[in-house]
């Protein structure tokens, strides 16, 4: 169904593919691997002629997909056998509501009123939209858009579908729903599936075959074969590796039949805890509430947050985590109640005061960025903050390898601007720092770096709260827990106790061995069990 012979695309100095080869058969699961940064854009844009007819640089080699040649069709001829959903379903969109986007293609292809009425339906029914689909797609959640972006690509009924980190602002519930409809996309109806995720534990047990981009090369296998070398894996992977299990596993059900002697081991050794150290009141906000046309976002919240603390806002996508955080934050509405940070509301502050008492990095990082070059937004940042020079850069070098300085930030893949934005918002170091879903396009070795970091803040006295839909982060980051559902907390507590009493937030080691949460964890234990052997 795709076929890349002998493909290099090199975009001005920047080999980004060199001499790919590769084959995904027709109703083939096929998940493409590879670090921030490595390319996955480039090539999953190079199926449907993105790449290069609108981005320009130089291609040589062939690709075909269900026959056609894509050098020679552009994207538009493609549309009826390639849908594409990119990282940023908003930029991608071009109707104001969602059942008028989802119906535009199907008018594109000169559908008739009643079937295209009919195919509308089956994907509202299809991603789980009857509820917004007759919203404005400015007032969804980023979750909801990329769902609609999702449906937008299928009413065409394409071949193959391309999709670029598709769960990437999803709760865990709406993923699994979406991974679960393209699941019988493939099994059902043979619709060929490439898809790009950094969150693999998600999508690893849905894929038949996986591709690792490396270095501009291509290497292709089952899915354990490459997450078994890859640089990048699920904490499923890393548990089998330390572990020692054949494979190593790559699910659940596989690392369960593989964990029983494990489990035997661990029985007797309690997880280590560690708590936070936790100073005096940061942020304390009572009653409030957020009022969109229509929705109530946020309901007569009450939240007090300590110096120290290490905050994981979790909840449905639509739950009001995005709303609370810009109201505590001070720049966005407040309908009703109170917020003080360090006894000042910031409501009443000038931005530049809100930003130095409270930073916030939104879940569009582009919103943040103004400069021509990642090296002067850097300079702009160490200048804002008070920071010495280079710090901003060596903040940004933690969390994402090899980005050019030079580089405009528009240019960057979405992992890269969300890197770049969050190292221009931790250069000032704010007393209360909000991050609304940090992780998306993060690899594993770029949240390890962003936990390590914000880890070390709050041990320094700052207060992180952090709207995140990624479980596996939380498992690694938070010492509390928050969850919102229809704008009203309704849990509230240390974060091993919440994700644990969970199925949707437990992390992957969790579910393996009870009462883990993470393969560092497990690590630990298992020197420890090693210690008192080698004493007795």
């Known amino acids: 169904m795709i076929h890349f012979d002998r493909v290099s695309f090199r975009y001005e100095d920047r080999l980004i593919l060199d001499d790919v080869s590769l084959d995904v058969p027709e109703g083939e699961f096929c998940l493409l691997v590879g670090t921030t940064g490595a390319g996955k854009s480039t090539l999953l844009r190079s199926v449907n ?40 379903p908003l930029a991608g969109f071009v109707t104001d509501e969602v059942e008028l986007e989802l119906a535009y293609t199907a008018e594109q292809l000169g559908l008739p009123q009643s079937s295209m009425r009919k195919r509308v339906t089956e994907i509202v029914d299809l991603l789980g939209l009857a509820d917004v689909r007759g919203r404005d797609l400015a007032a969804l959640s980023s979750g909801q858009r990329q769902r609609v972006a999702i449906g937008a690509a299928l009413v065409a009924g394409p071949s193959a579908l391309v999709l670029d980190e598709p769960t990437s602002a999803l709760d865990p519930g709406a993923a699994d729903e979406v991974l ?11 619709v060929t599936v490439l898809l790009a995720e950094h969150r693999l534990e998600r999508v690893v047990q849905y894929a038949d ?12 296998g089952s899915p354990g074969e490459i997450l078994a070398t890859a640089p990048v894996a699920p904490p499923v992977v890393r548990l089998g590796t330390l572990a020692g299990w054949p494979g190593p596993p790559v699910t659940i ?13 661990l029985a007797d050794r309690a997880p280590a805890e560690a708590p936070a150290p936790v100073g005096a009141t940061l942020l304390e906000a009572s009653g409030v509430t957020v009022d969109h046309p229509g929705v109530r976002a946020v309901d007569g919240v009450d939240l007090a947050a300590a110096r120290g603390e290490r905050i994981a806002l979790m909840g449905r996508n639509g739950s009001g985590k995005s709303s609370l955080l ?48 990642v090296a002067e937004e850097c300079a702009g940042a160490d200048r804002d903050g008070g920071a010495p020079a280079g710090s901003c850069a060596k903040i940004l070098a933690d969390l994402v390898d090899g980005l050019d300085d030079g580089a405009h930030p528009r240019d960057l893949s979405e992992g890269q601007r969300l890197a770049l934005a969050l190292a221009v918002t931790l250069t000032a170091a704010p007393p209360l720092l909000l991050l609304d879903e940090p992780t998306r396009g993060l690899d594993y070795p770029g949240k390890a770096a962003l936990t390590g970091r914000l880890r070390a803040l709050a041990e320094t006295g700052h207060c992180v709260i952090v709207s995140t839909h990624d479980v596996e982060f939380v498992a690694e980051f938070a010492s509390r827990v928050v969850i919102l559902s229809d704008g009203q907390v309704v849990a509230d ?3 091993r106790d919440i994700v644990s009493a969970s199925p949707m937030f437990a992390p992957q080691v969790e579910k393996i061995l009870p009462g883990r949460l993470t393969v560092g964890e497990v ?11 080698d004493a007795e």
């Open 49 to 88: 002629g993105l790449v290069p007819h609108f981005t320009g640089g130089t291609m040589t080699g062939e690709i075909t997909v269900a026959g056609r040649s894509v050098r020679t069709s552009s994207p538009a001829d493609l549309a009826d056998v390639v849908g594409y959903v990119a990282q940023d």
């Open 180 to 190: 679960s409809a393209l699941h019988r996309l493939v099994h059902d109806l043979g």
């Open 209 to 220: 075959s996986a591709l690792l981009l490396q270095d501009g090369k291509v290497t292709a």
């Open 253 to 265: 059900r596989q690392a369960r039949r593989a964990a029983a002697g494990l489990r035997e081991r």
């Open 326 to 373: 810009w109201a505590l934050q001070g720049t966005g509405r407040r309908t009703a109640g109170s917020v003080s940070i360090a006894g000042e509301d910031p409501a009443g502050l000038k931005p530049g005061r809100r930003r130095v008492l409270a930073g916030l990095v939104p879940s569009e990082p582009a919103d943040l960025l103004y400069a021509e070059t």
């Open 493 to 495: 507590g240390p974060a």
């Open 523 to 533: 690590a630990d234990a298992l020197e420890g069990i090693d210690a008192d052997d």
